[in-house]
């Protein structure tokens, strides 16, 4: 009661101050280092002095996230900054400060800097001279189709191209593998550049003697299995290299990518290394185990400790079809997928099989743990034509079909027994297809099929085309803005997502 009677001194002198409002700042960005320019025109809305612009002062800032170093890049009200900046995120804040009152208004984003290489398609393929060439189709945010990615790397000359692939993981161990017949190297993720060192032998720690040109990869295991980068296996990774030794080893475990001796033998013979075919099968969403296929010994082999020193004969208790194959039967093709058929939720791989008498078959197996699971066998009836010619096969993750195809032939065909069927696609033109081969890495669920041809006029044409979903027929279509041309002989593809 007594303090109400004490007299205020407050000043109640209130005057309005200039209030902004900053429009046309976007919570995110995305750019390429040493390509794009950072573009930004802020509107500003006052509310008082609108049509005075000496009145403001302007500041851009840029820092790095996980950082407190701050640098200011502009003092304009818009932004115009070329990026010359590593390949991370970065928080971007646009500080207006009204001169006349002392108040300053922000806004801020996140700036993410990619190399022009971090985001897109690795193409690999052949020049017009030969020589093994790679290109890629790099989509941060728009398609810019890049070339002579291998022959500017300071690689020497190569040939008989097999693959570009970048292995995911942990960000200190991942790399982009150049992978041809002759020679295997791994190049800078954000340069492209390589140099002859970098080889697998420098990454091998091994007590066995193994001819140096025979150390040079050919497959690699896990693959990128989504839109984002993600990988099948953060802790494991495996090589089949040229001279037909399999390697495997936990670099995300042991902090290193290196590895030790070749796994391509069994307990009972320790000493002796089997050659391998250019398969490694797993399941693709969750590589906790791998198969490989014995070339003297016709028979799958089975590994589930990658930091072991053999590889597990199978028995084959479950007579489906043999992991040790009879006489006369040898592996044509292998290929991991996403069918899910019979359980398989991480995916179910395909072999196809030969007789001696030209019989093809096809084995459906679930690649998974120490007893993996036969799922189906069928045989590949004769109106497949000319199914044992073809120079490529590619398997529907969704639908019991094989594409193959034959110089600039295309066939589907429906293995679902009972109701066979064979297709052609005369859609697809008359140049020679190079490659097929379904997504197995973006989005999946889609269904889609990548062909590549080739003339000499046009050079290299990719597409992208959807397998339609009738159960009574087999269709593609072309999908719109899925068409680059102008480009390599290409031989495979691969998605790449990450730094």
Not at 142 to 162: A, C, F, Q, V, Y
Not at 469 to 493: A, F, G, H, Y
């Given at each position: 009661?007594?303090?109400?009677?004490?007299?205020?001194?407050?000043?109640?002198?209130?005057?309005?101050?200039?209030?902004?409002?900053?429009?046309?700042?976007?919570?995110?960005?995305?750019?390429?280092?040493?390509?794009?320019?950072?573009?930004?025109?802020?509107?500003?809305?006052?509310?008082?002095?609108?049509?005075?612009?000496?009145?403001?002062?302007?500041?851009?800032?840029?820092?790095?996230?996980?950082?407190?170093?701050?640098?200011?890049?502009?003092?304009?009200?818009?932004?115009?900054?070329?990026?010359?900046?590593?390949?991370?995120?970065?928080?971007?804040?646009?500080?207006?400060?009204d001169k006349e009152t002392g108040v300053t208004w922000?806004?801020?984003?996140?700036?993410?800097?990619?190399?022009?290489?971090?985001?897109?398609?690795?193409?690999?393929?052949?020049?017009?001279?030969?020589?093994?060439?790679?290109?890629?189709?790099?989509?941060?945010?728009?398609?810019?189709?890049?070339?002579?990615?291998?022959?500017?790397?300071?690689?020497?000359?190569?040939?008989?191209?097999?693959?570009?692939m970048h292995t995911g993981g942990s960000e200190v161990l991942m790399k982009i593998w150049a992978m041809t017949k002759t020679r295997s190297y791994y190049l800078s993720r954000s340069s492209m550049e390589g140099t002859t060192n970098n080889n697998f032998g420098g990454l091998l720690y091994s007590s066995e003697d193994i001819p140096p040109e025979g150390l040079h990869p050919i497959v690699v295991a896990p693959q990128i299995i989504n839109e984002t980068g993600t990988i099948g296996s953060s802790l494991y990774r495996a090589f089949v290299t040229l001279g037909g030794d399999v390697f495997t080893g936990a670099p995300l475990i042991l902090g290193a990518d290196n590895y030790n001796n070749p796994i391509n033998r069994v307990a009972m013979d320790p000493k002796v290394r089997i050659p391998a075919a250019p398969y490694l099968l797993y399941p693709i969403n969750r590589m906790n185990s791998l198969m490989w296929y014995d070339l003297k010994n016709n028979r799958f082999l089975n590994i589930t400790d990658f930091l072991g020193s053999s590889s597990v004969v199978l028995a084959d208790t479950d007579l489906t079809f043999p992991w040790n194959q009879p006489a006369g039967r040898t592996l044509l093709y292998a290929e991991n997928t996403r069918n899910t058929d019979g359980g398989s939720?991480?995916?179910?791989?395909?072999?196809?099989?030969?007789?001696?008498?030209?019989?093809h078959h096809v084995y459906k197996f679930y690649a998974n743990g120490t007893n993996p699971a036969k799922r189906a066998a069928y045989v590949v009836s004769a109106m497949a034509t000319d199914f044992d010619k073809a120079d490529f096969y590619a398997f529907s993750s969704n639908r019991s079909v094989i594409f193959y195809s034959i110089a600039n032939?295309?066939?589907?065909?429906?293995?679902?027994p009972g109701f066979e069927k064979i297709y052609t696609f005369p859609e697809i033109g008359n140049d020679e297809i190079t490659m097929l081969k379904f997504d197995t890495q973006i989005d999946p669920l889609t269904n889609s099929l990548y062909i590549a041809t080739y003339n000499t006029q046009n050079?290299?044409?990719?597409?992208?085309?959807?397998?339609?979903?009738?159960?009574?027929?087999?269709?593609?279509?072309?999908?719109?803005?899925?068409?680059?041309?102008?480009?390599?002989?290409?031989?495979?593809?691969?998605?790449?997502?990450?730094?």
């Open positions: 009661m007594a303090s109400a009677c004490n007299k205020d001194l407050g000043n109640y002198n209130y005057h309005d101050i200039n209030e902004l409002q900053i429009q046309g700042i976007s919570e995110n960005y995305e750019v390429r280092s040493n390509i794009d320019t950072l573009r930004i025109k802020p509107f500003i809305e006052a509310t008082m002095d609108e049509s005075d612009p000496s009145r403001y002062e302007y500041t851009w800032i840029i820092r790095p996230e996980l950082s407190l170093t701050n640098e200011t890049i502009s003092r304009e009200k818009e932004l115009e900054y070329p990026i010359f900046l590593d390949p991370i995120s970065y928080e971007l804040f646009y500080r207006v400060r922000m806004a801020n984003s996140k700036l993410t800097v990619r190399t022009a290489y971090s985001r897109g398609l690795l193409i690999m393929g052949e020049d017009e001279q030969g020589f093994a060439e790679a290109e890629m189709l790099s989509m941060i945010p728009d398609t810019i189709h890049m070339k002579k990615l291998l022959s500017n790397s300071g690689l020497p000359p190569l040939r008989e191209p097999i693959s570009l939720i991480d995916g179910n791989s395909f072999a196809i099989m030969k007789d001696s008498d030209n019989t032939k295309l066939y589907a065909y429906d293995y679902n050079k290299g044409t990719l597409r992208r085309y959807i397998v339609g979903t009738n159960p009574d027929r087999v269709e593609v279509q072309l999908q719109e803005n899925s068409t680059w041309t102008d480009m390599i002989k290409i031989k495979d593809i691969n998605w790449r997502a990450v730094y």
